[in-house]
C-alpha cells in the first residue's frame, strides 16, 4: 500500500513538474512583457534587470496620447471581426459540404493555400491591390486575412460536422426540412462549441496578423502589431511603449479565451472521440 | 394511409449491389416487416421508399404516387430510427412538433398534435425534458410520438427496438402492435430479428444478399419456408440441416444421413421422386424432435439413436444438444421425469412430416 502510495506521490510530482517545465518559459516571456509596459525606459535597460520596482502607467497613458493606439486597436478589431464572421458565413457550408459529400480533395487544395508561404502572396497582392486602389483600405485586408481564418474554420469544423450522427439529418429531411434548412435548424445549432472555437481561433490568427498588415495597410489602417513596430525607429527602440502596447493587443484575447476556455480545449480534441 | 409498391427496386454502391431487383407491394394498412441478417439490404430498400438513398434503377410508389424523384419531405412519410435521432437541442415538445412547424401548421393544431401524442404514448411528463435526460426507452417513445403527430401516409422503422434492453423490448413490441392497431397506419418495419418479425408482422418479407427470398403472414413463412435459408433464419433456436442422400426402397422413400436414415411420409413422395438418389439437405427444427416413444409404431422409420452432449433446461422445456456420429442436432423437447445427463445414449423421433428436404445445389425446398 505504502509503495503504492508513494509510487502515486510521485507520479503527481512528476506530472506538475512536467508541467511548470512546458509553461514556465511562455509564462516568463509573457510576465517579462507586462513587466516591460509598467517600468521606465531607464528601468527597462537597465542591468542586471529589476525585478522589484515601483510600477508606472504612464506608459500605456503615452501608447494612447503619442500613437493614436485606440485608432489602431479599433482598426485591428474591424479587421479580425470581419475576416472571422466572412470565413463563417462561407467556411461554415464549405466545411459542412466537405465533411458530407467527402470532398477531401477540396480540403487539401484550401489546405495548400494555407501552407503555401505567405510572403510569396505578398507582391502579387500588392500589385493587385494597388491597381484597384484599394492599399490601404479595410476590404483589401479583410480580404486577405481569410486565407489564415479560412482554412482555419473549415478545417475545423470539417471534423466537427464529420463527427455528427448523419441520422440527424435523415430525421430533419423526413420531418419537413429541406438541406439548408437542416443545416442551418439541425446541424449549426448542434455545432455551437466547435463554431465558437472555430471563430475564436480565427480571430486570434487574425489580430496577430503582421505580414499582410504592414504591406496593404497605410496610416488610416494600420493594425496593432504593426503599430507597435512602429515604435522601433532609428533612433531608439521605445521598450516600454512596445511593452505597454504589447500588453494591451494581448490583453483583449487573453480575457476572451479564458472565459471560452472550455469550448476550446472541447473543441480541439473535438472529433478525435466520437460519442 | 396507402399501400407502397416497390418495382424491380436496385441499389448499387460502386460494385457492391445492395439491393437486387426488389419487387414487393405492401398493402394498405398493412404492418410488413423486412427482415434479415445484417448486409441484407433491408435498411437501403427502407431509406430508399424514405428518399433518404439514391435510386440505382427500379420505382417506388406511394399510395398511387411515384415518388423516386421526390423529396423525403414531400413523401408523406415519417421514420423511426434506430438511435432514436431525438434533436439534443430541443426538448420532447420541440422534438414532436419540429415536423409540423417546419410545415408551417398553426401553433394551435401543432400544440394539439403533440398533446394526443403525448397521451397515446403516455410521455406527459417528459414533454418539458431533453432528451440526454430520457432513459432509452423513454427516448424510443419520444421517437415514436414525432412520427405520429405527423400522421404520414406511411410509417417506416429501422430497427426502432435493437438499442433496447431485452425486457423493454418485449414490452415495446406490444406497444407498437397496438399503436398499428389504433392508427391503422401502413407500417414498414425493418428488423434482423426474427422474433420481432414473428411477433409483430401481419406479413414478413425476407430478404438476404439484397434479394426477396420469401413473403408470407408468418406462420406460412414458419412452416413452409420457400428455401433453405429463410428455413434457417424463421425460428429459435434455428432449424437443424442434415447433409442426407435420398433413396428409394421398396415401401418409401428414405433420407439416408449415413449414421441414421428416416422414412420420408408418403405425402413427400411426388415431390421426391425427381430427386432420386441425389444429394439433399435435411432440415428438421429443434421442436419437432422428441424423446423416443416406445408405444409408438416401430414401422414409422422416424427414430434416430444419439447421444447427449449439453443439457440446457429452460423449466418445462430442455434443450437437447445431440450428436449422432458425425451430425449434430438441437431438440427442444419436454423436461422429461428422469433427468437427463450429459453424454447418455438417447433415442428421439423426429416429426416427419414437419420435415423439410432441401436442395444442396440451389437450396430450394423440394418438400
Redesign the interface.
Known sequence: MAKNRTAKALKTILFYAGAIALCAPPLFVFVWMIMTGLKTGVQNISYPPEFIFMPTLENFRAVFEQYNFFHYLMNSLIIATLATAISLVLGLPAAYSIAKYRQGKIGILILIARMTPFVSYLLPWYIIFRYLKLIDSYSALTVTHLIITMPMVIWLMVSFFESM?G??E?????????RW?SFL??VL??MRNGIATSAIMAFIFSWNQFLFSLILSGPQTKTVPVAVYNFISYGKIDWAGIGAAATLIVLPVSIFAFFVRKSIVQGLTMGALKD | MANVILKNLVKRFNSVTAVDDLSLEVHDREFAVLVGSSGCGKTTAL?MI???EPITSGEIFIGDTLVNDM???DRD???V???Y?????MNVRENLG??LK??KFPKAEIDARVQEAADILGIHDLLERKPKELSGGQRQRVALG?AIV?KPKVFLFDEPLSNLDAKLRVAMRAEISKLHRRLGATIIYVTHDQVEAMTMADRIFIMHKGALQQTGVPMEVYAKPANRFVAGFIGSPAMNFIDATLVREADAWYIDAGEFKVKAPAAFNARLEPYAGRQVVFGVRPEDIAAHDPAADARAGNTLTARTDVVQTLGAEIFVYLTCGAHSLVALMEAPEQTLTEGQRLDVDLKMVKTHVFDRETSQTIV
Not at chain 1, 430525421?171 to 426540412?177: E, F, L, Q, V
Open positions: 450522427p441520422e440527424l435523415d430525421a430533419a429531411m423526413i420531418d419537413g426540412c429541406s434548412q435548424l439541425i445549432p448542434l | 431509406r424514405a428518399g433518404l423529396d423525403p419531405k412519410i415519417a421514420m430510427f434506430q438511435n435521432a431525438l434533436y439534443p437541442h419540429f415536423g417546419i410545415r414525432r405527423r
